[in-house]
Structures are given as structure tokens and as C-alpha cells.
Nanobody, 115 residues
Framework: QVQLVESGGGLVQPGGSLRLSCAASGSIFSVYVMGWYRQAPGKQRELVASITSGGSTNYADSVKGRFTISRDNAKNTVYLQMNSLKPEDTAVYYC?????????WGQGTQVTVSS
């Protein structure tokens, strides 16, 4: 099993930036595919970005060119750098670790984009 703890959420104005972090413990971090998901009120949870153990990345179309996912296997941490934030990016952001079909989730961190 792996335990995930997110941090870095908050309130930011449109056009601003935030960096989310997710610290993992309890298992071999490097073997997991790591991802960030988000869920806005009244909407389904959606994949924002993911990164494989080898560093290959995947992004939702809505965040391409604005968000960057990265991982530091030495620190057991995955990051989501979010730039040019829009009000529609407002959501609870969840860290996810996946391996062999098993998914583990963090508790979520709120991101609010508002003036």
C-alpha cells in the first residue's frame, strides 16, 4: 500500500499560479504511475495529468500548455505546477497512485481560482 498526502492548494486570482505537492510513503514510489485528478462541485472526478515511472506524461486537453506534472523519485513526491489558472480550474485536486490496476488516493486539496 501507499499513503498519499497533498499540499499546496489555496485561493489564487485568475492568471495566477500554484504548485501542488503529493508526498508518498509506505511503498516503493518509483513503480507507481502517479496522477492528479480533480473534482468540481456537481461534476465527476476527472484526470488532470499523469506521469509514469519512466517520466512519460499525459494531460487533459483543458490543461495542456498550462499545467506540468513532474516527479522526484528520490523524495517520493509528485508535483503539479499550475500556471495561467482559470476559474474553471476550481476544484478539489486529488493525488493518485496506480499499479497493476490498484488505485490509492490522497485526501484532496482545494484549489479556488477567483478574483
Amino acid at each position: 500500500q501507499v499513503q498519499l498526502v497533498e499540499s499546496g492548494g489555496g485561493l489564487v486570482q485568475p492568471g495566477g499560479s500554484l504548485r501542488l505537492s503529493c508526498a508518498a510513503s509506505g511503498s516503493i514510489f518509483s513503480v507507481y504511475v502517479m496522477g492528479w485528478y480533480r473534482q468540481a462541485p456537481g461534476k465527476q472526478r476527472e484526470l488532470v495529468a499523469s506521469i509514469t515511472s519512466g517520466g512519460s506524461t499525459n494531460y487533459a486537453d483543458s490543461v495542456k500548455g498550462r499545467f506540468t506534472i513532474s516527479r522526484d523519485n528520490a523524495k517520493n513526491t509528485v508535483y503539479l505546477q499550475m500556471n495561467s489558472l482559470k476559474p474553471e480550474d476550481t476544484a478539489v485536486y486529488y493525488c493518485n497512485a496506480e499499479r497493476l490496476g490498484f488505485h490509492y488516493w490522497g485526501q484532496g486539496t482545494q484549489v479556488t481560482v477567483s478574483s
